[in-house]
């Protein structure tokens, strides 16, 4: 007898990321983990501003939509710090709390034997989580908790496991990365655990780092960024603000000064380095110089990778009580300081034609340098392959 037709094969467990690398190196991890567990959506979530929670809520509506029969669970630090709103949402069908969400006994699967494959060219490596500090904007500690650290052996294995499986690039990633060590026996800096890395896998090619706190990177730190070439040539900075004041109400531990002063130590080093930066727009009690210091900065540090934030009140956060700067304007100030990162980078980009670059290919046709410039790959390039290319133009704002 034939088998009938209308026979659909099992859905696989979905896993929808949103939000920072942290939240994608630990969606690999619930890929991995729920491989077995039928038809479930998985909404890893992000609360960092007003806009990540609405979108948040638009990918729970879009998977129920696309998956109007299986089981939709939301994680995530929204999860958490808007608890009740997504509760309250008929799509979804139950909550696990963000720090319950890599514990197998949560989804009543068995523990994985190993690291999972990477779903991306890059094997994003969560070295740490939570963080200790109390900036006033940010809502943060309340999903993700105090900073915990994984210890050096755990990571290296992590790294060996994705080496095994032919990455060519590691990213170490975190909440607040340059507090990796301080809850650790004798307190190691993160550059003690760069240089493990480092000098454990002498074949590994790339290794990069996500978002730093500059006044945090160690001496260790600061040399293998300023000398080692497998240490990729791209520091984004925990940046926020370019004004004094603005910084102090954020409660952030830095001046614009300490910024300035690491980003021109480390060009006088390697000047190849390409900065990044995130900045929040319109914060409370922004008046317009505090604005003019926050376009500067970008010049300033040459900002080419820049993430842009209109500031959004948060729930239980000190700076949702104080004085709102008008949410147009706002809106205006975040898209001048898009504007003026947009300038800087395409002036950058400019200068980038004519260079020889070996890119790393990713799956969509395009590529990154060391210093994350995007490159438009010629047809055919296989993801995952590290291939030169000497740049010809720059079209659409890829370099091809």
């Given at each position: ?111 994985p034997e190993a690291p999972p494959p990477p779903t991306r060219t890059r094997a994003f490596i969560a070295v740490q989580n939570g963080c200790d500090h109390a900036c006033t904007f940010c809502v943060i500690p309340q999903g993700r908790g105090k900073s915990r650290s994984q210890t050096i052996p755990q990571v290296l294995r992590e790294v060996e496991h994705h080496l095994d499986l032919g990455a060519k690039e590691v ?230």
């Amino acid at each position: 007898m034939n088998a009938p037709t209308d026979l659909k094969s099992p859905l696989k467990p979905e896993v929808i990321s949103l939000g920072c690398r942290l939240n994608i190196a630990e969606s690999e991890r619930m890929t991995a983990m729920l491989a077995d567990a039928g038809d479930v959506v998985v909404v890893n979530s992000c609360a960092v501003t007003s806009e990540a929670v609405r979108q948040t809520r638009q990918a729970i509506r879009k998977a129920r939509r696309a998956r109007p029969d299986a089981r939709l669970i939301v994680t995530g630090c929204a999860a958490d710090i808007e608890r009740e709103q997504l509760a309250d949402m008929p799509e979804v069908d139950g909550l696990i709390a963000n720090a319950s969400k890599l514990d197998p006994r949560v989804w009543n699967v068995p523990l994985p034997e190993a690291p999972p494959p990477p779903t991306r060219t890059r094997a994003f490596i969560a070295v740490q989580n939570g963080c200790d500090h109390a900036c006033t904007f940010c809502v943060i500690p309340q999903g993700r908790g105090k900073s915990r650290s994984q210890t050096i052996p755990q990571v290296l294995r992590e790294v060996e496991h994705h080496l095994d499986l032919g990455a060519k690039e590691v990213v170490l990633t975190g909440v607040d990365v340059t507090s990796w060590g301080h809850d650790l026996p004798n307190t190691p800096p993160l550059g003690a655990l760069v240089a493990a890395v480092l000098d454990t896998f002498p074949d590994l090619q790339r290794l990069r780092m996500s978002s730093l706190d500059g006044i945090e990177i160690d001496d260790g730190l600061f040399d293998l960024f300023a000398s080692e070439q497998r240490l990729m040539p791209h520091l984004h900075l925990s940046l926020q603000h370019g004004h004094d004041l603005i910084l102090k109400r954020m409660k952030r531990r830095h001046s614009r000064a300490d910024a300035v002063e690491l980003v021109s130590r480390l060009k006088a080093r390697r000047p190849e380095i390409a900065i990044g930066a995130d900045l929040i727009a319109g914060f409370p009690t922004e008046a317009g110089e505090h604005h003019a210091a926050n376009l500067s900065i970008i010049e300033e540090l040459d900002i080419v990778h820049g993430h842009i934030f209109p500031y959004s009140p948060r729930p239980g956060t000190p700076a949702a009580r104080m004085p709102q700067v008008d949410r147009a304007l706002v809106k205006s100030r975040a898209a001048e300081l898009r504007g003026a990162v947009a300038a800087q980078r395409e002036a950058w980009l400019q200068r980038l034609v004519g260079e020889t670059l070996p890119v790393l290919a990713e799956r969509d046709g395009t590529g990154y340098a060391p210093n994350y410039a995007r490159i438009r790959l010629p047809e055919g390039t296989s993801a995952g392959r590290i291939t030169t290319i000497t740049t010809q133009s720059l079209e659409e704002g890829l370099l091809t």
